[in-house]
């Protein structure tokens, strides 16, 4: 309670106890009726400032503030008259206290909820009509005397008083009324409302009884009876318990408390009590009196009978509603099981015998924890735990839990839990059970296809992944490595021997590495030839195991078509603490790479360089894109001379890449991530116009200079190469026979018709096409003739040995004479030596270009050197052929 309202409270009392000032002085009488007056006007105020803070029947008490005013009034009134006649008086302090009385019924009785009344009925009716006649007995005679005089008093007197009367026995029986059919939590304010009427209509009854026969002391008294009633009158807005205590689910029923059942019994025995000890004492009650004690009697027996028929019909809803719910929980498919505080089974629907059979009726009375599966006593305990205010609310949600039938199988049970403990009615916790046995094994086989491999039976790549996520999220006793490894020679098998031969090796394959580790490891098939393995034990025991791999995988494989013999790649990647199982996963594959780089039967740890090299990679993919729109792609070009005139007959343009912080980065580095990324055509595009635009632009003394570019394989295969070298060629207007395109020798062995009808449609352009790093690798003679080319390029690797190797200078001879029998342009690259230039002048060569004659060089270097001498360049240290 708020310290203001005490505050108020105080500031009542004393003003109401001053009323016993006066006490036997019969001339400061006026100043007890001042007193009373000012202790009606401090209660007013307690009670308006108290509705302030209510949301609920905050109207009813500023009605009911109203009530003490008038009063108040009277006395007032009476005061200012001064002495008069004692008949007179009484009636102008009844006069204003008559509507005061009424406004306090119609306030009172809006303090409880409409419902409640009508939910009441007729029991309600007989209980008003019973308190209303208790009442008027017994205030009749307070007020006018046992014998009930009213033949004494005027016609003016005799309607004030018995308005008084009226009004007074009304608001009693309002206020008993009130506390009849109040709800529990706010009897309390009902009592002091009902002592508060008691009180003043006593204190009022008695002053005006010796106020009219003359008996100075009973108006005192009646004066702290009016002090105690407006004390109590101001107390009940402090003490009500409205809505904001009550509890979300409170019913607004009519039903009569324990007190409200009482009432009316208790008002008919003090109606007779009252009239029988006014007889005993020697005054003939009035016939109306009697008639109301009679009438007492009557309505009591009404109020017994009302009151049973309603119990009985209570009694059948009852019945019918327990009959009606335990036939839809008998009828449910739903199993409904009740738990009380401790956790015992208090009782079980019978819907649960067709999960548990027999079991289900030695389940009552047994502690729930003690019935369920061991692992999952845990569970349910934290799920049954009883709720804290700090703590998350427990019972939410639906739980998985097993329960042993009549043959000792466990069963599986979905239980939605209802925690009702807080409820007044159950005081329980409600599982609601579901049999989900048969669901959960169809779950567990599901589960197993969808995690493992048909072909081998062993976990597959799902599988894997759940291992790995466990294992990662769990802190492990020992060190785990998880091995992937990749087969080689499964292409060639199927070949050779047919796809379902193959799928006869990759099972031969899973059930040999699954042999090969021991029963704690996991082995999982990824797809296709991709199997992995993780194991746990130091560095030492993880490299052996991945030798005994390697050595299972190379042991020959009888089928019907013939022995077939597989290799592997192994990459191993510890699980480091904090490492993800994605992150894991790609530190996989790059060790698995870095092994097959490595060379056949190799098996590679990850390092931190794998890692850095595909991060390089993974920022050179991002970066390369938006490449050119920073102007980070440039062209550079290297001479290519004629070695019949000594002179710059020909140029061929770079391309290259200076990363802002990774510096220069190799052509064949970035070309091969910008075929991968897709945006090699862009950057091929884009060095065509640049170096068709440039070529132009270069002096020239004699035959104009002839512009070559390398076209990687990927580019070619685009399909854009004719369109883009003629927008080239438009948009710079270079002549066609100036521009030489250079295909690569493995590109051309495996070209398809459309890079042939490519081809052709370039040389009827007038374009050149060469044949580029021949020479090298897997080069094959009939590679000359396979498109139609005009120009030959010898690769390094043929020339580098030709002025040393007497078998390599043969085979470049041979190469030579095959390409000018073929009347190619022939034309070496690479060339380092004079030695060389020499071979090459011998051969018969007609041109050559290398780091001998010069280096890659910008535009504006390459112009100096194409002014000065008109071209010529030649290495000064090489003698004349």
Not at 54 to 72: F, M, T
Not at 97 to 116: C, Q, S
Not at 441 to 462: F, H, I, K
Request: some cysteine.
């Amino acid at each position: 309670m708020e310290p203001r309202r005490w505050w108020l409270l105080a500031g009542a009392v004393p003003v109401a106890l001053a009323c016993a000032a006066p006490v036997g002085n019969p001339a400061l009488r006026p100043l007890g009726d001042a007193a009373v007056a000012l202790a009606g006007l401090a209660a007013a105020v307690v009670i308006r400032c108290a509705a302030r803070s209510r949301d609920e029947h905050r109207r009813s008490w500023q009605l009911l503030a109203v009530a003490p005013l008038l009063p108040a009034l009277g006395h007032l009134v009476a005061v200012l008259v001064g002495p008069a006649d004692v008949l007179q008086l009484v009636v102008l302090r009844w006069l204003p206290t008559v509507p005061a009385y009424l406004v306090a019924i119609v306030a009172v009785l809006t303090l409880v909820g409409r419902d409640r009344l009508r939910a009441g009925g007729l029991r309600v009716g007989v209980e008003v009509a019973l308190f209303l006649t208790a009442c008027l007995v017994g205030v009749q005679l307070l007020v006018v005397g046992p014998g009930g005089r009213w033949s004494s008093f005027g016609l003016g007197e005799q309607f004030v008083l018995g308005g008084a009367v009226v009004a007074t026995s009304a608001t009693m029986a309002a206020a008993l009324t009130l506390l009849g059919v109040i709800e529990g939590r706010r009897q309390t304010m009902a009592l002091a409302l009902f002592g508060a009427t008691v009180l003043l209509t006593g204190g009022r009854g008695l002053g005006t009884s010796a106020m009219l026969s003359g008996t100075p002391g009973g108006v005192e008294a009646s004066r702290f009876l009016l002090a105690g009633g407006l004390c109590l009158l101001a107390l009940a807005p402090l003490v009500d318990r409205g809505a904001d205590s009550a509890p979300a689910d409170a019913p607004a029923s009519g039903r009569s408390t324990e007190l409200g059942q009482l009432l009316p019994h208790v008002a008919m025995v003090l109606a007779v009590t009252v009239v029988g000890a006014a007889t005993m004492l020697g005054h003939v009650p009035s016939g109306v009196t009697v008639a109301g004690a009679v009438l007492c009697v009557v309505l009591a027996a009404a109020h017994r009978w009302v009151s049973a028929r309603d119990e009985r019909r209570m009694a059948a809803r009852l019945r019918r509603s327990e009959a009606y719910f335990r036939s839809l929980v008998r009828s449910s498919g739903d199993a409904v099981v009740i738990v009380d505080d401790a956790l015992t089974v208090s009782w079980a629907s019978p819907a649960l015998e067709r999960a548990l059979g027999g079991a289900a009726g030695d389940l009552v009375g047994r502690p729930l924890l003690d019935a369920v599966h061991p692992d999952d006593a845990a569970t349910l305990a934290a799920a049954l735990a009883v709720p804290t205010s700090s703590g998350p609310e427990p019972g939410a949600g639906l739980l998985l839990l097993r329960l042993a039938d009549a043959e000792g199988v466990w069963r599986y049970l979905e239980a939605g839990i209802s925690d009702l403990r807080d409820h007044v009615d159950v005081g329980a916790v409600v599982l609601h059970c579901r049999d989900m046995t048969d669901r959960h094994a169809r779950e567990q086989a599901l589960q197993s296809v969808a995690y493992t491999d048909p072909m081998t039976g062993l976990p597959n790549r799902a599988g894997l992944l759940r291992e790995l996520q466990a294992a990662v999220g769990e802190p492990a006793a020992a060190p785990s490595t998880l091995l992937t490894i990749e087969l080689n020679g499964l292409a060639a098998a199927r070949e050779h021997a047919g796809r379902e031969r193959v799928r006869m090796m990759v099972t031969e394959i899973g059930q040999r590495l699954r042999g090969t580790v021991r029963v704690e490891d996991v082995v999982a098939r990824m797809g296709g030839g991709a199997f992995a393995v993780l194991a746990s034990g130091d560095d030492a025991d993880v490299d052996r195991l991945a030798a005994r791999c390697l050595a299972v995988v190379e042991r020959p494989i009888p089928t019907p078509s013939g022995i077939v013999e597989l290799t592997a790649g192994i990459g191993l990647v510890p699980l480091d603490d904090g490492l993800g199982v994605e992150a894991l996963l790609a530190r996989a594959d790059l060790a698995v790479r870095a092994a097959h780089a490595a060379g056949v039967g190799s098996a590679v740890r990850f390092r931190p360089e794998l890692g850095e090299a595909a991060d390089r990679l993974d920022r050179l993919r991002n970066d390369l894109a938006g490449a050119c729109a920073r102007e980070e792609l440039f062209l550079l070009f290297q001479p290519i001379v004629s070695l019949q005139e000594r002179r710059i007959t020909g140029i061929e343009a770079m391309l290259r890449w200076r990363h802002p912080t990774l510096g220069e980065i190799p052509p064949a580095e970035f070309l091969l991530v910008a075929e991968r990324a897709g945006v090699i055509g862009d950057l091929l595009r884009w060095a065509l116009q640049q170096a068709t635009a440039a070529v132009v632009t270069l002096p020239s003394s004699g035959a104009p200079l002839r512009m070559g570019m390398k076209l990687p394989a990927g580019y070619v295969a685009t399909g854009t190469l004719v369109t883009d070298v003629r927008n080239a060629l438009d948009r710079s207007g270079l002549a066609p026979e100036r521009l030489v395109l250079q295909l690569n020798a493995a590109a051309v062995a495996v070209a398809d018709e459309r890079v042939g009808l490519d081809v052709s449609a370039l040389r009827f352009l007038g374009v050149n096409v060469a044949v580029e790093g021949f020479g090298g690798g897997s080069s094959a003679l009939s590679d000359l003739t396979r498109l139609p080319t005009n120009i030959v390029k010898l690769d390094r690797a043929l020339i580098t040995r030709i002025d040393r190797d007497p078998q390599m200078r043969a085979l470049c001879a041979s190469v030579v004479g095959v390409g000018l029998a073929l009347n190619l342009d022939v034309v070496a690259e690479g060339v380092e030596t004079a030695a060389q230039l020499t071979a090459l002048c011998e051969f018969g060569v007609g041109f050559a270009q290398g780091y001998l004659i010069s280096r890659p060089v910008p535009l504006g270097e390459l112009t100096a050197i194409l002014s000065d001498n008109a071209g010529a360049l030649w290495p000064g240290m090489v003698s004349r052929a």
